[in-house]
């Protein structure tokens, strides 16, 4: 098993530009969660879904869109990259109904010029 | 909402000597409660979890407390090693709200 996936590993952005990072997980896990790492931070959650079909918001949505594809795919897009979004991101799966453990992704470092 | 505060921010102890990191929680109904190793550049890893139920748990050399009366849990590492050195985070969950709040990190290192 993969575990949980992301792409890309790197990514330089101009301020303004779009893009989406994509997350992946074959353990049939139902929750999915993406994260942003800074320096000094932790990690703060920014939407999660809690199965299929939802998406909510967490600590700091603001700037981010998500799409839950489907079961095994959740993915985040920044529509106008800023620079204050320049960060560590890091996906994430779990399934609270066997084990509250969470799996995360190697994460997806992003800077936004 | 949930708030997980945790101390201290940097930890250096002697090869061999043992580590001590505490989180407070806020949310009662709390009732999960992990803890991460994050060495530099990899991803965050479970090292040991602890649920409200259980007051300690024990793997080896790792060690977790919950006092769930005081609202906090510690991270208690016995004999540490060079290769302890890493940034740890502790979280808590509540049943039904499917977040894990995390604290901002203690980042340890060992002296050899």
């Known amino acids: 098993n993969a575990g949980v996936t992301q792409t890309p590993k790197f990514q330089v952005l101009k301020t303004g530009q779009s893009m989406t990072l994509q997350c992946a997980q074959d353990?049939?896990?139902?929750?999915m969660y993406w994260y942003r790492q800074d320096p000094g931070m932790g990690l703060r959650l920014i939407y999660y879904?809690?199965?299929?079909?939802?998406?909510d918001k967490g600590e700091v949505p603001n700037g981010y869109n998500v799409s839950r594809l489907n079961k095994r795919e959740f993915s985040l897009r920044l529509e106008s990259a800023a620079p204050s979004q320049t960060s560590v991101y890091f996906c994430a799966s779990s399934d609270r109904e066997t084990d509250y453990e969470q799996y995360f992704g190697p994460g997806t470092r992003l800077t936004v010029t | 909402g949930e708030n997980v505060e945790q101390h201290p921010s940097t930890l250096s102890v002697q090869e061999g000597d043992s580590a001590v990191i505490k989180c407070t929680y806020s949310?009662?109904?709390?009732?999960?409660f992990p803890w991460y190793k994050q060495e530099l550049g990899k991803r965050p890893q479970l090292i040991i979890d602890?649920?409200?139920?259980?007051g300690e748990k024990k793997d080896q050399r790792i060690a977790v407390t919950l006092n769930k009366t005081a609202k906090h849990f510690s991270l208690h590492i016995t004999e540490t090693q060079p290769e302890d050195s890493a940034v740890y985070f502790c979280?808590?969950?509540?049943?039904?709200?499917?977040?894990?709040?995390f604290g901002t990190g203690t980042r340890l290192k060992v002296l050899a």
């Open positions: 979280a808590a969950s509540a049943p039904g709200t499917y977040k894990y709040i």
């Open positions: 879904s809690a199965s299929e079909g939802t998406t």
């Open positions: 602890i649920r409200s139920n259980v």
């Open positions: 353990m049939n896990h139902n929750s």
């Open positions: 949310d009662s109904a709390s009732n999960y």
